[in-house]
């Protein structure tokens, strides 16, 4: 089976540009978050999908964040206009919660470089 | 807000040696607590994990933690390490109250030498 893939791997832009990441989770998982970690510190929470719905999005930074999943399968995070702050590792997961189990699966994840 | 704190930053250890890597929460409520582990070049990979039952946890590659309620804790451990082992280690907590998002620790990263 399939984990959760991302592309790209690495991408590096310039400030005022703009980018769009790409996660498909692990087929038949309704939840999909979104996680982003920047040099040196935690990982924190972005956002969360339920199917093509956003369940809690109390992550995002700011309205320069856009996240969607149509149809309820791959998600994408667009940037835009990016700045330098929004340099970081940007990490997908999945899960399919069972009562009160939730183990999320994560994707390799995103390298944004913003120059 | 809730928060994870994961004790160290840097681990450096000879291979055999043991390994604790302390990990606290500050939330009262219901949590499901995991353990992940990034090798150089890999993904974030589960370790183990706590929701319920025997507080005592045990994981791959012979690791374990324990939940300790009243310390708000879930320390992992692993009685000998190889180099194998070198890795970084995410602590991270899931509040029950606050939806499915994972709060995570600041990482450990543990160089095992050979």
């Known amino acids: 089976e399939a984990g959760v893939t991302q592309f790209p791997s690495h991408s590096v832009i310039e400030k005022g540009q703009t980018v769009t990441l790409r996660c498909d989770p692990i087929s038949g998982h309704d939840n999909l978050y979104w996680y982003r970690r920047v040099m040196g510190k935690e990982i924190k929470f972005l956002l969360h999908f339920v199917k093509e719905s956003k369940q809690d999005e109390s992550g995002m930074p700011n309205n320069r964040f856009l996240a969607e999943r149509t149809g309820g399968t791959y998600s994408t995070l667009k940037v835009q206009p990016a700045e330098l702050e929004d340099s970081g590792v940007y990490f997908c997961?999945?899960?399919?919660?069972?009562?009160?189990?939730?183990?999320?699966?994560f994707g390799p994840g995103t390298r944004l470089t913003v120059l | 807000a809730q928060s994870v704190s994961q004790h160290n930053h840097h681990v450096i250890l000879s291979e055999a040696a043991s390994l604790e890597l302390g990990c606290n929460y500050s939330y009262g409520g219901t949590v499901n607590l995991f353990w992940y582990v990034q090798y150089p070049g890999q993904h974030l990979q589960l370790l183990l994990k706590y929701f319920s039952g025997d507080p005592l946890v045990k994981g791959i590659k012979g690791f374990e933690a324990e939940f300790i309620k009243s310390k708000f804790s879930f320390n992992l451990r692993k009685p000998s390490v190889q180099w194998s082992d070198t890795a970084e280690y995410f602590c991270a907590v899931n509040i029950k109250a606050a939806g499915n998002k994972l709060t995570f620790g600041g990482g450990t990263r543990v160089l095992v030498k050979p």
């Open positions: 997961a999945s899960s399919q919660v069972w009562g009160n189990r939730n183990e999320q699966f």
